[in-house]
């Protein structure tokens, strides 16, 4: 149960969010005084909140019912994972060492310095992931989550009417007529591209909290991106806050991508960090954020050239294969690729 259904007002619903306390489950072993701390309020307050919240040693029966007949044998799962689909990134090489491409029910971290292509990436998703199954996509929607302001509508155009340019130059349209994606214009990604801009942690937490309400009325939306998560926890929050609000926005993500069978993807920034007597490049976040995500990727110069690097994934082996951002958008890498501004 949300907290946002709590008989309480909304004042302390929003303070309940933005302390991390998005279910009550989180509650039940809180002592008045302890929540009265965390939220600033009364512990007359803190104690009429937590009425509604579950005791300890107490069994919510109705979700062990679920979770017993939910149970599935590991051949039912093994079956089910040679069935997932995958969303093409645009670059042969990338989707080769993913096995296909972004996968669906999982998490997917990407991370790397400024100008190495995370929003280009992004963005490229958004757009490939309303592709027919046959050309590498869903036939789906996306939802891009912007909490930088990095998303430019006019790249998006540009990759759109490649992406349209290049299905019309194929010989798969005959296939296409008979699935109605014949004639696909560039409009038609962008009017399939669900926006969204949050300017503070808050708004970023109750959106995501919103999201499967949002998903369940928009069974078409077949990725969710967020460009980044990062931006709105990197300064002056406390660190066992921080690691609570995040933890909880990870758990709510994989259940996303398992409930509805789609992607998620995660941008993530760079920060140093001190180790072996130096200082070194690292993704954001910390060490504990580093288990939110199923895979994790890192994208890098080698000299002029970008390459992609498999960090962290339980199914797939490390590895790394170069590409290029283009006018196009995600490409294969040339010999002579050079960090050109695109716009």
Not at 199 to 209: F, V
């Given at each position: 149960?949300e ?8 004042a302390?619903?929003?303070k ?14 809180l002592?008045p005084s ?23 040693g ?34 042969v090489?990338?989707d ?12 997917t ?13 992004g ?5 490939n ?14 939802i891009y989550i912007?909490?930088?302001?990095s ?28 699935a109605?994606?014949?004639g696909?214009?560039?409009?038609d ?5 669900l926006?969204f ?5 808050t ?7 919103y ?5 369940s ?23 066992a ?16 991508a398992k409930?509805f ?8 920034q ?14 954001a976040?910390?060490d504990?954020?580093?288990h939110?995500?199923t895979?994790?990727?890192?994208l ?13 994934s339980?199914s ?5 294969a170069?590409y ?20």
């Amino acid at each position: 149960m949300e907290v946002g259904r709590l008989p309480i007002s909304a004042a302390l619903k929003g303070k309940l969010v933005s302390a991390g306390y998005t279910s009550l489950s989180l509650l039940s072993s809180l002592s008045p005084s302890h929540l009265a701390r965390d939220l600033n309020i009364s512990e007359n307050e803190a104690l009429d909140i937590l009425k509604h919240a579950p005791h300890d040693g107490q069994v919510d029966t109705s979700s062990v019912h679920h979770i017993i007949n939910g149970a599935q044998t590991a051949w039912d799962m093994l079956h089910e994972e040679e069935l997932l689909t995958r969303i093409t990134t645009s670059s042969v090489d990338i989707d080769n060492i993913l096995g296909g491409g972004i996968s669906c029910r999982d998490v997917t971290e990407i991370g790397g310095v400024p100008g190495i292509g995370k929003t280009q990436l992004g963005i490229q998703l958004a757009v490939n992931v309303q592709l027919p199954i046959h050309c590498g996509g869903l036939g789906g929607k996306a939802i891009y989550i912007d909490t930088e302001g990095s998303f430019m509508v006019e790249r998006v155009l540009q990759i759109a009417e490649a992406c349209s340019n290049d299905m019309s130059a194929t010989n798969t349209v005959s296939q296409d007529v008979h699935a109605g994606k014949v004639g696909m214009q560039p409009r038609d990604f962008l009017e399939n591209i669900l926006y969204f801009r949050v300017c503070s942690y808050t708004e970023q937490i109750a959106l995501i909290n919103y999201l499967d309400k949002f998903i369940s009325e928009h069974r078409d939306v077949k990725i969710v991106i967020i460009d980044s998560i990062t931006f709105h926890f990197r300064q002056d929050f406390d660190m066992a806050l921080r690691t609570r609000l995040l933890g909880g926005m990870a758990l709510k993500l994989m259940k996303l991508a398992k409930k509805f069978c789609l992607a998620v993807v995660l941008l993530n920034q760079v920060t140093t960090k001190y180790a072996e007597g130096s200082f070194q490049l690292t993704l954001a976040l910390g060490d504990s954020w580093s288990h939110a995500c199923t895979n994790r990727i890192i994208l890098y110069w080698n000299g002029n050239e970008r390459y992609a690097y498999i960090d962290k994934s339980p199914s797939l082996r490390s590895a790394s294969a170069p590409y290029a951002v283009t006018a196009k958008g995600i490409r294969n890498s040339v010999s002579n690729c050079k960090r050109i501004k695109l716009m």
